[in-house]
């Protein structure tokens, strides 16, 4: 049984530090890596969850919809005596391919031992029916990269070759600072790290407003993965973050320039497509710990915030030489 508690990931100092990944064996071609093979992979995701949103939203706009098979968790977390994710919104509360309850089972038929928060995106080996990957950090990556092969012919470049260095440098300050910014916020057990997470936090989408008000998109006319990732924190700002994890100086729709930008996204195939406003409360105001314990019959869903202005027309174009959102994939 997987029993973690909340204090394994806080420090001496209340501040938040996230877990790291167990399973980051990359996909590839080399012995030691992962083989990248058709419909030998299950993608295990959560609505509400940004590290895994960003794996659907790039499995999408790629086209591995047909060769990575997908299962969803729940968003409100099993009430059991462990942090876990439930397979309840299957018919009969199993993954109909994997035939597991909980996540956690994948996680233990991979290493008995595991001890960790059983977390998503996770792919499972449908050969073995074991996690063999949980690393969001580089599992867009690969899927843009060694799984090209696979790409449809008309998917974009996300991780154009000449940008590499610029994109991961650019995605360690958002996962940082913003995507994780927003947790170091939220989780934080002490008033000083709660203040200097979130004065990091509101510099740094202070700079990205900057940034975006003369550029479409984070490195100019196209999409990247550097997008995909500001993507999922920003879309779930106004509904959870602003609120239940007190990043709460201003809203997103309080930036022109983010506000717009992340419009842009949502009305992009592949974001707005797959974002579930509705799970992302559910599990933000009921289930976001890392401990059980909290009474869900007396906890209340925030009614609003009013979601309609995702609808308006952003009108960024006018900040790109091109109307296409997307740098089409060469081989």
Excluded at 24 to 40: A, I
Excluded at 108 to 134: C, F, H, Q, S, W
Aim: hydrophobic residues 35%; glycine residues 4%; aromatic residues 12%.
């Amino acid at each position: 049984m997987i029993t973690i508690s909340r204090n394994k990931e806080i420090k001496a100092d209340g501040s938040f530090n996230r877990q790291k990944s167990s399973f980051s064996t990359h996909f590839g071609t080399k012995q030691e890596e992962l083989p990248v093979k058709k419909n030998q992979y299950r993608l295990i995701w959560a609505a509400p969850c940004p590290w895994s949103h960003r794996a659907v939203i790039v499995r999408k706009i790629l086209g591995l919809e047909d060769v990575i098979s997908l299962g969803e968790v729940d968003p409100i977390r099993p009430d059991v005596p462990r942090v876990d994710w439930s397979f309840s919104l299957d018919e009969n509360k199993r993954d109909p391919i994997l035939g597991v309850k909980y996540l956690s089972e994948l996680y233990t038929r991979a290493d008995p031992n595991y001890m960790g928060r059983p977390t998503v995106p996770a792919m499972i080996d449908l050969e073995t029916e074991k996690v063999v990957n949980n690393d969001y950090f580089t599992l867009t990556t690969d899927f843009e990269t060694v799984w090209a092969p696979f790409h449809n012919e008309s998917s974009p470049d996300l991780y154009p070759q000449n940008l590499r260095q610029e994109i991961d440098e650019l995605n360690e300050m958002i996962f940082s600072d913003v995507n994780n910014g927003v947790y170091k916020c939220g989780f934080a057990q002490s008033q000083q790290a709660y203040e200097q997470a979130y004065d990091r936090l509101f510099e740094r989408l202070e700079e990205l407003e900057q940034r975006l008000a003369t550029q479409r998109f984070l490195f100019g006319d196209y999409i990247t993965e550097a997008d995909v990732r500001l993507y999922v924190t920003l879309v779930r700002f106004d509904v959870a973050y602003y609120n239940a994890f007190k990043a709460n100086k201003y809203r997103l729709i309080d930036y022109p320039n983010l506000w717009g930008y992340a419009r842009d996204l949502y009305v992009t195939p592949g974001f707005g497509d797959t974002t579930d406003f509705e799970a992302i409360k559910k599990h933000y105001y009921i289930s976001a710990r890392l401990s059980p314990g909290s009474n869900k019959e007396e906890i209340i869903i925030p009614k609003g915030p009013d979601l309609s202005g995702w609808d308006v027309q952003p009108n960024r174009e006018h900040l790109s030489n091109t109307k296409e959102k997307f740098l089409i994939y060469e081989e």
